[in-house]
């Protein structure tokens, strides 16, 4: 049978240790695991490494490879066979659980959640110790403070259960450290696999230090996809905290639109810096759409999209979509237009699809397509958007050339945005 203990942190910090006569050597205070689980261990549990030892009026680390925790009758021991003090490389490279795990604030990938960590289970196997989960239950929390035991003996009258809450720990990463020598690349790779908007919500609940410190961890795509989700104080307080370069890297990979706004928010010497930095026809776009009234179409239109002229072949058409991989928007509609950009037709997805691939994209387009004018009122958008049932609406100017288009989802941001300002002034 396979010899496994296992326990939680709680218990054993604050812990005696013995040497195999039984001589008490120091205490516990606190564990050390690998940042980066090593190729052999299974990646879902962190093996301790390092033991924090209290001896008489000296703290220092020591290998864990001679240490046994063993329970019996419910209680901890621990014994250690030697005293092998650990390298500074590994102190370094490591996380102390105590002082980076417990009471901080992860990330439940699962749950796409920021949730506080009260205590660590390990266990003990002939391999070694490991961590293999985190207690974010209440359980976790009563444990902590030692009267877990008496809460459940009376619970149990009641025939009522205090639900474990575990997260393994293959599901958890941790985003409060304050270990500044553990490199942000590895602490957080795991976050590029949320969502956007559930990202932009963690770091909506973080602290001002701590959502920078997750962003600027972000590749550049992931970034920009994230602060578009951001509310504008958000976004405004991220864009202060980055450096100029790594702000303008971030906004040049966004709509020109999201930019504009964005720039919006800023102070005007702020803003100026950063369209200065930025590309030539990037910024160029982005002024261009800051020189609307918030009240005009034109400022909330998005100046990606995708137009084509009318001799282009279906199959044409097609080849370049793939090439380009544009965004899910850009794919609502798409534009046919002549010289000057001038709109004369536009067509779907859905078009092109059923379309012979030698067909050119003029038989197939709809001519004469509703459309807005860049200096309309915005409060037109939802009126067109609603009766013709549209995913987006060119936008041209006085002489019908393709300025840009509004998008349904941004139209549907802004009246939720309304409504929210109007409710808080009532």
Request: overall charge negative; proline content about 4%.
């Amino acid at each position: 049978m396979t010899s496994l203990t296992t326990f939680y942190l709680s218990g054993i910090l604050g812990k005696e240790a013995f040497d195999s006569d039984g001589e008490a050597i120091g205490v516990i205070r606190d564990l050390l695991i690998n940042a980066v689980p090593s190729g052999n261990n299974d990646p879902g549990q962190q093996q301790v490494i390092g033991v924090k030892l209290r001896i008489k009026k000296e703290t220092r680390f020591y290998s864990f490879k001679y240490f046994r925790v063993s329970k019996a009758r419910e209680m901890l021991y621990v014994t250690c066979t030697e005293l092998f003090e650990l390298p500074q490389k590994d102190v370094i490279d490591g996380l102390l659980l105590d002082e980076n795990i417990l009471d901080k604030q992860i990330v439940d990938l699962n749950g796409r959640k920021l949730v506080r960590v009260n205590d660590v289970r390990l266990v003990t196997l002939p391999a070694g110790t490991f961590a293999i989960a985190v207690d974010i239950g209440i359980e976790g929390l009563l444990r902590r403070i030692g009267i877990s035991i008496p809460i459940k003996k009376v619970l149990s009258l009641f025939k009522i259960n205090i639900p474990a809450k575990f997260i393994l720990w293959d599901d958890v990463q941790a985003i409060d450290f304050s270990n500044l020598n553990i490199k942000l690349s590895k602490s957080y790779v795991k976050l590029q696999t949320l969502h956007p908007s559930d990202l932009a919500d963690i770091l909506e609940d973080l602290g001002k230090k701590s959502s920078t410190s997750v962003f600027s961890a972000l590749d550049e795509e992931k970034a920009a996809d994230v602060l578009e989700e951001l509310e504008p104080h958000a976004q405004v307080h991220i864009i202060e905290s980055l450096s100029v370069e790594k702000a303008v890297d971030v906004l040049e990979k966004m709509p020109a639109d999201e930019v504009a706004d964005l720039l919006d928010e800023l102070e005007d010497e702020k803003a100026e810096q950063l369209l200065q930095e930025m590309g030539e026809e990037s910024s160029q776009e982005v002024r261009e759409l800051l020189e609307y009234s918030e009240n005009l179409v034109g400022s909330i239109m998005t100046t990606d999209y995708l137009s084509f002229p009318g001799t282009k072949t279906v199959g044409e058409v097609l080849n370049e979509l793939r090439k380009r991989k544009p965004e899910q928007a850009e794919l609502y509609i798409m534009f046919v237009t002549e010289k000057d950009d001038k709109l004369v037709g536009t067509f779907n997805l859905r078009d092109l699809v059923l379309a012979e691939p030698e067909a050119p994209v003029s038989k197939i387009m709809k001519t004469e397509p509703v459309s807005l004018f860049d200096n309309d009122k915005t409060g037109a958008v939802a009126e067109i958007v609603s009766k013709y049932n549209l995913l987006a609406v060119p936008v041209v100017d006085q002489n019908e050339h393709l300025q840009g288009m509004v998008v349904v989802d941004d139209v549907v941001e802004d009246l939720i945005n309304e409504r929210r300002t109007k409710g808080r002034r009532i």
